[in-house]
């Protein structure tokens, strides 16, 4: 008999600044992310059914036209996060993987538009679907937008691969008596002020009660693992 999956149906966000791999701003490490599209792979050959939503730190946050209107800078960040979408389906095809990009924003050359039947027909389907331009709207991340696609398409939890490898009582880069934490509460984190993710999605999630598990991108495998339901990184929520 096979091995009974934990999560049948899973939500990726990736982080666009550990897409980059710790190259410079506006750079896809496109090694890494054939690296990332094969461990994805091997979920969607374990029968795990893959959605991902993709942020755009490695070219552009709205947060950085600082000097910019905010809604504009914000739709630039839409338009960033479909570049690497279209750069993880570039590599996912290479890979042998049937895969379609859905976008917030409708842009009919490069994606489909999103419609929220079509993408769990996609995953029913046995494609991995990628969710670009966040939400379509501005004042909103890519964290945001991942527990929302996450509760739209019934995902069973929300895994969220960063350049930090869970949630810390402090910054980890300028507290060194900062520390790990392995499982802790919504509420936690809305009341303790911590940012491993924003308090739009951390709130969203609550109400609606999605679990999240927060983990390094820095090792590939660790997709797998979290997919397998290893205890890894950080969980958010319930009993895990």
């Given at each position: 008999?096979?091995?009974?999956?934990?999560?049948?149906?899973?939500?990726?966000?990736?982080?666009?600044?550990?897409?980059?791999?710790?190259?410079?701003?506006?750079?896809?490490?496109?090694?890494?992310?054939?690296?990332?599209?094969s461990q994805v792979k091997e979920?969607?050959?374990?029968?795990?059914?893959?959605?991902?939503?993709?942020?755009?730190?490695?070219?552009?946050?709205?947060?950085?036209?600082?000097?910019?209107?905010?809604?504009?800078?914000?739709?630039?960040?839409?338009?960033?996060?479909?570049?690497?979408?279209?750069?993880?389906?570039?590599?996912?095809?290479?890979?042998?993987?049937?895969?379609?990009?859905?976008?917030?924003?409708?842009?009919?050359?490069?994606?489909?538009p999103y419609i929220r039947n079509?993408?769990?027909?996609?995953?029913?389907?046995?494609?991995?679907?990628?969710?670009?331009?966040?939400?379509?709207?501005?004042?909103?991340?890519?964290?945001?937008?991942?527990?929302?696609?996450?509760?739209?398409?019934?995902?069973?939890?929300?895994?969220?691969?960063?350049?930090?490898?869970?949630?810390?009582?402090?910054?980890?880069?300028?507290?060194?008596?900062?520390?790990?934490?392995?499982?802790?509460?919504?509420?936690?984190?809305?009341?303790?002020?911590?940012?491993?993710?924003?308090t739009t999605a951390t709130s969203?999630?609550?109400?609606?009660?999605?679990?999240?598990?927060?983990?390094?991108?820095?090792?590939?495998?660790?997709?797998?693992?979290?997919?397998?339901?290893?205890?890894?990184?950080?969980?958010?929520?319930?009993?895990?």
């Amino acid at each position: 008999m096979g091995t009974t999956l934990k999560y049948k149906r899973i939500l990726l966000k990736l982080s666009g600044e550990a897409l980059a791999n710790g190259k410079e701003k506006g750079i896809l490490d496109y090694d890494f992310i054939r690296t990332i599209c094969s461990q994805v792979k091997e979920c969607v050959n374990m029968g795990i059914q893959v959605s991902i939503v993709v942020g755009a730190g490695n070219i552009w946050r709205g947060r950085m036209g600082e000097k910019m209107d905010r809604t504009r800078a914000d739709h630039m960040g839409m338009l960033a996060t479909t570049i690497n979408s279209l750069a993880l389906q570039d590599a996912f095809e290479q890979l042998g993987v049937d895969c379609r990009v859905l976008t917030a924003v409708e842009m009919k050359q490069f994606a489909e538009p999103y419609i929220r039947n079509k993408a769990v027909s996609h995953l029913n389907k046995g494609r991995v679907v990628i969710f670009g331009c966040g939400i379509g709207s501005p004042f909103f991340s890519t964290d945001t937008a991942a527990v929302l696609r996450a509760a739209e398409i019934g995902a069973d939890i929300v895994l969220m691969a960063k350049n930090i490898d869970g949630v810390y009582t402090a910054d980890p880069k300028t507290d060194p008596t900062a520390t790990k934490i392995e499982h802790i509460d919504y509420l936690e984190i809305l009341k303790d002020g911590l940012h491993a993710i924003d308090t739009t999605a951390t709130s969203f999630s609550m109400e609606n009660r999605i679990p999240i598990l927060v983990f390094g991108l820095d090792d590939p495998k660790n997709i797998v693992r979290a997919a397998s339901g290893e205890k890894i990184g950080t969980f958010i929520g319930g009993n895990n």
